[in-house]
């Protein structure tokens, strides 16, 4: 298992999810396969984590890559909370500079 706690935090709020993988569930390879495909898709590509905790979802608007993070919060009662943002990258280095940085942090020792 490989679990990390994602933080939001904005002005008026901060919210923190501890998210659940089995090794990353290969995040930085769905990142890395958005950047190989630099040219463009059709379509959403998503990835979700083991639990649905977090996921992403990208898509190609030509000029740029559009990642939707959403964090979900669960409760007891199968009711909780949602929080989505939206970062945009530029296509090609941009996106495997992300997938690098996130290879680096998976196989990094947990504190």
Known sequence: MRDFLVTAE??????EVM???WDGDGLDVFLAE???GFRGWNGTRTWRSLEGDLTLAAEH???HVRLT????ERLLDDEGWR???TTVHAPGEDMRRLAIEMRTFL?????
């Open 10 to 15: 904005g002005e008026w709020a901060r919210l």
């Open 19 to 21: 998210v659940k993988t």
């Open 61 to 63: 608007a030509g000029s």
């Open 34 to 36: 958005l950047a190989e």
């Open 83 to 85: 929080f989505e943002t």
């Open 107 to 111: 196989e990094s020792d947990p504190l």
């Open 69 to 72: 993070w959403e964090l979900h």
